[in-house]
T-cell receptor
Framework: AQTVTQSQPEMSVQEAETVTLSCTYD???????LFWYKQPPSRQMILVIR??????QNATENRFSVNFQKAAKSFSLKISDSQLGDTAMYFC???????????FGAGTILRVKS | EAQVTQNPRYLITVTGKKLTVTCSQN?????MSWYRQDPGLGLRQIYY???????DKGDVPEGYKVSRKEKRNFPLILESPSPNQTSLYFC?????????????????FGEGSRLTVL
């Protein structure tokens, strides 16, 4: 079974600085998807970024980028120019190509300080 | 607007009193699923449905029931709620991966239902 581990329960960063959230996963599959979801205090689950395992290029969405290391089974999220609105719980998630189920990590609470 | 709608958003109930959390999606998605979110555990899948009349257990199905009589609806039923079912519940939907290799199967989530069982 696949597992996802987020080793940082909480992190904080100053506004305008850069922060990296860690995620590792375990799978025997070769093709799969990885996601980062943001959950602000409103509890809504918002997709931040997606990475296809068969793509070597790291995904980027504006201030959000990932460092995908397939051999190391590592999938970290970098947030540049942090903003107060980035304060949220962040979940890393895994999905097999042939399937719909998302497997989530425990989450990392990120607090952006002014 | 494409959305997944859950009701109620908040509920406080007592042990043993049956309750249903409704979920409806307007995106014609085949796949629907229920997750519960607990501190330190992330989101865990309770039940899922690949299509109408097709449901199956997820990782934590004990104490829950579901049904899928219509494509758009996927209610979660707690026949006899207990305090350990106090949690934040999410319904989610997506296109089925079946026959769609290039489909990423992105899950669309409802806004969550906070359930407290006393």
């Amino acid at each position: 079974a696949q597992t996802v581990t987020q080793s940082q329960p909480e992190m904080s960063v100053q506004e305008a600085e850069t922060v990296t959230l860690s995620c590792t996963y375990d799978t025997s599959e070769n093709n799969y998807y990885l996601f980062w979801y943001k959950q602000p205090p409103s509890r809504q689950m918002i997709l931040v970024i997606r990475q296809e395992a068969y793509k070597q290029q790291n995904a980027t969405e504006n201030r959000f980028s990932v460092n995908f290391q397939k051999a190391a089974k590592s999938f970290s999220l970098k947030i540049s120019d942090s903003q107060l609105g980035d304060t949220a719980m962040y979940f890393c998630a895994f999905k097999m190509i042939y399937g719909n189920k998302l497997v989530f990590g425990a989450g990392t609470i990120l607090r952006v300080k002014s | 607007e494409a959305q997944v709608t859950q009701n109620p958003r908040y509920l406080i109930t007592v042990t043993g009193k049956k309750l249903t959390v409704t979920c409806s999606q307007n995106m014609n998605h085949e796949y629907m699923s229920w997750y519960r979110q607990d501190p330190g555990l992330g989101l865990r899948q309770i039940y899922y449905s690949m299509n109408v009349e097709v449901t199956d257990k997820g990782d934590v199905p004990e104490g829950y029931k579901v049904s899928r009589k219509e494509k758009r609806n996927f209610p979660l039923i707690l026949e006899s709620p207990s305090p350990n079912q106090t949690s934040l519940y999410f319904c989610a939907s997506s296109l089925s991966y079946l026959g769609r290799y290039q489909n990423t199967g992105e899950l669309f989530f409802g806004e969550g239902s906070r359930l407290t069982v006393l």
